[in-house]
Structure formats: C-alpha cells, structure tokens
C-alpha cells in the first residue's frame, strides 16, 4: 500500500503550513449549484465556497487556506462538507472522499490506518488502492534478448 495512490471514504483534509489542501468529492448528477463548507478541528465552519455548473462524478477543490475572517489558516486537519442541488433546487447525492499517496501505517488500538498526505484514515475506509500515475520505467535492453 505504501507509496500507491488510495482512494477513501471520507471527509478530512491536511492543510500544510504553505500551499493548498485538497478536497474531494463525487456528484451523482450534474450541479447547478455546490456548496462546499470547511470546518477547524473543533469544528467552527471557517470558511465557505459556492461554485456554479458542476459535472456529475469525481470532483476536486484546492482550498487556498484562507478563512471567511480573511485570515490564513493555521496548519492541521480539516474537514470539510459538500451540498448540491440541481436546476430545481433539490437536493443530490455528494459524496466526499480522500484521494492522496499512501505515506505510512500505524496501529491504534488494534487497528490498522494509514496515512494519505499527513491524515490518518482507517484501513476499513479504503475504496480503491491504485498505482501513482507515473509512468514505469523503461527497460534498458533493446528488446532483442
């Protein structure tokens, strides 16, 4: 699992000292409107975004770190929920979830986590494990054996 690309239920997200935090979700349908809440470890929503015309299917957002008060937020975990409605304004299916490389696994009471981009996220929560994107190397031999 380690150093492969994991795919995971839920809703956490790690925001590094500089840079951005990766959110993800999955539309069941195409969006009119998103709604996209962030909330602090003790859970005070600091920051909200609404995006327009959203596909149906897996989805990303880069939150930039910044707070609704202006501010940028301090390094650590996060949370994070996702509404959306369609053009008649019902309710659709929003599924957050953790997409990141596997960095390590620790043991808590007997259960297994790993870590996907500094948050811990339970074994049990896995959906898909994958490989990194990258391309494999090449062999070095012309092939002719």
């Given at each position: 699992?380690?150093g492969?690309?994991v795919?995971?239920?839920?809703n956490?997200?790690?925001l590094?000292n500089?840079?951005?935090?990766t959110?993800?979700y999955k539309?069941?349908?195409y969006a009119?409107?998103?709604t996209?809440?962030i909330?602090?470890g003790s859970?005070e929503k ?10 149906s299917?897996?989805q990303?957002f880069?939150w930039?770190g910044?707070t609704?008060?202006?501010e940028?937020?301090g390094?650590?975990?996060y949370?994070?929920?996702?509404t959306a409605?369609n053009?008649n304004?019902?309710?659709i299916?929003a ?12 043991y ?6 790993l ?6 996220v339970p074994l049990?929560?896995?959906i898909?494990v994958?490989?990194?994107g990258e391309e494999?190397?090449e ?7």
């Amino acid at each position: 699992l380690i150093g492969h690309q994991v795919k995971a239920a839920g809703n956490n997200m790690y925001l590094p000292n500089e840079g951005n935090a990766t959110l993800n979700y999955k539309l069941g349908e195409y969006a009119d409107s998103v709604t996209i809440d962030i909330f602090d470890g003790s859970g005070e929503k600091v920051a909200t975004y609404t995006l327009d015309k959203i596909g149906s299917g897996d989805q990303v957002f880069e939150w930039d770190g910044w707070t609704t008060n202006g501010e940028r937020a301090g390094a650590g975990t996060y949370s994070y929920t996702v509404t959306a409605t369609n053009s008649n304004g019902d309710e659709i299916t929003a599924t957050p979830f953790m997409l990141g490389i596997a960095d390590g696994v620790q043991y808590q009471d007997g259960q297994a986590f790993l870590m996907i981009d500094g948050t811990s996220v339970p074994l049990g929560d896995v959906i898909e494990v994958g490989d990194t994107g990258e391309e494999p190397e090449e062999d070095a031999g012309n092939g002719d054996g």
